[in-house]
């Protein structure tokens, strides 16, 4: 695997279940991101992540919960969702600032529906 | 606050014509800028950034763009549009957040090519 790979790449979910997406990196980046694309609306920043440290959250609800285990890995895990938080949830990775390298690198993206 | 706007939702090219997509920004420093492509259904694909030096940068797919700090703009341009070339494209500039490097997005121009 190459690049920023996300699983699933689609997933439709009742508004009392929980579920979790996943992302993975092999890019060696240590800063990753979560955002949410909703249509007709700009890409919504919702976490970062800089070594395994949450250093942002962006006024998301509680029923999204991040979580990343290292530098490689970052999971959000869903519970109890709203018809409004379909949308396509696209995590990205990139170096820290510190590397003078700010481009970000995104995965595919996972198309959510919540019923 | 730092912005990004691109003022066209929509733009048609016909196949073989030159293009030119509008991105202007607000950002206190020197602001580094992005270009991303997002063909439907897929992730973001940087297509070129930024940083400092020569005004006039080269990206992936024959695309440049010239940052003008006097107008505050950083349009993206292709020679030659191809049919492959429709998506939906974003301008981005990196946020002054001293905790990572996110983004922050227009909302996005979407691209058609006609034949």
């Known amino acids: 695997e190459t690049g920023v790979t996300q699983t699933p790449r689609h997933l439709v979910m009742g508004m009392t279940n929980k579920k979790s997406l996943k992302c993975e990196q092999h890019?060696?980046?240590?800063?990753m991101y979560w955002y949410k694309q909703s249509a007709k609306k700009p890409l919504e920043l919702m976490f970062v992540?800089?070594?395994?440290?949450?250093?942002e959250n962006n006024s998301v609800p509680s029923r999204f919960s991040p979580e990343c285990p290292n530098s490689s890995h970052l999971f959000l895990h869903l519970h109890t969702l709203q018809p409004e938080d379909s949308a396509l949830y696209l995590c990205?990775?990139?170096?820290?600032?510190?590397?003078?390298?700010?481009?970000?690198?995104f995965g595919p993206g996972t198309r959510l529906t919540v019923t | 606050a730092q912005s990004v706007t691109q003022p066209d939702i929509h733009i048609t090219v016909s196949e073989g014509a030159s293009l030119e997509l509008r991105c202007n920004y607000s950002?206190?420093?020197?602001?580094?800028l992005f270009w991303y492509v997002q063909s439907p259904g897929q992730g973001l694909q940087l297509l070129l950034k930024?940083?400092?030096?020569?005004?006039l940068v080269q990206g992936i797919k024959g695309f440049e763009a010239e940052f003008k700090r006097s107008q505050s703009s950083f349009n993206l341009r292709k020679p030659s549009v191809h049919w492959s070339d429709a998506a939906e494209y974003f301008c981005?500039?990196?946020?002054?957040?001293?905790?990572?490097?996110?983004?922050?997005f227009g909302k996005g121009t979407t691209l058609s090519v006609s034949s």
């Open positions: 950002y206190g420093a020197t602001p580094y």
């Open positions: 890019l060696g980046h240590n800063a």
């Open positions: 981005a500039v990196v946020s002054a957040n001293q905790a990572g490097t996110a983004l922050i």
């Open positions: 992540y800089n070594f395994k440290e949450q250093t």
């Open positions: 990205a990775s990139s170096h820290t600032r510190d590397r003078g390298a700010y481009e970000q690198y």
């Open positions: 930024y940083f400092s030096g020569d005004t």
